[in-house]
């Protein structure tokens, strides 16, 4: 499992599940090229939270130092983010996937992001997506729990309406 290589370690998680009538393969590709610019939803908090536009799509997001660490066809994909959350502009760091496993740095946390295909029968799958943070040190652990207290249940919605999304996506495309 791609999480236990890249953060076998954390403090905090959020997981969330959703089954789709549609093949891995087709959620894969809409993981891949994952769009949320057209959930009003999520357009709305991500502005809540000071995040731009851009940060509505793949490639946004990896610009913004949301950094791919792998991706399998038959797992999925796995996303990698450093930095002190907390802080209004998350003081996000550059890496490669080989630094973020070595990263120490007090401070700072590192997460990670999935989505995982798991094939339910040959037209169903469940999408599943997992975050896991791990504070660095203490302190780092202490200015987060009070962060995450006020940002998990946002957060978690969306994270459940990137997967209704990809599943509505993933269903009109093959008549489910």
């Known amino acids: 499992m791609l999480l236990k290589k890249y953060l076998p370690q954390y403090h905090y998680s959020s997981k969330h599940k959703i089954k789709i009538s549609a093949t891995p393969e087709k959620i894969f590709e809409l993981t891949d090229r994952l769009d949320m610019s057209g959930s009003p939803l999520i357009r709305f908090l991500f502005r809540l939270r000071g995040m731009p536009s851009r940060m509505l799509n793949r490639e946004g997001l990896q610009s913004d130092k949301f950094i791919e660490l792998e991706r399998t ?8 983010l450093i ?14 996937p080989a630094e973020f496993i070595s990263f120490q740095e007090p401070g700072f946390l590192k997460a990670v992001w999935n989505f995982q ?14 975050t896991r943070i791990q504070c660095m040190d203490n302190e780092a652990q202490k200015k987060f729990s009070r962060y995450w207290l006020l940002i998990r249940p946002f957060s978690g919605i969306i ?7 990809i599943k509505r996506k993933a269903e009109q495309m093959t008549g489910g």
């Open 73 to 80: 066809s038959s797992q999925g994909i796995i996303i990698g």
């Open 117 to 130: 295909l798991i094939p339910q029968s040959a037209t169903s799958t469940l999408l599943t997506t997992e």
């Open 159 to 165: 994270r459940k309406e990137i997967l209704r999304v």
């Open 83 to 96: 930095g002190q959350f907390w802080k209004p502009n998350g003081n996000l760091r550059s890496f490669t």
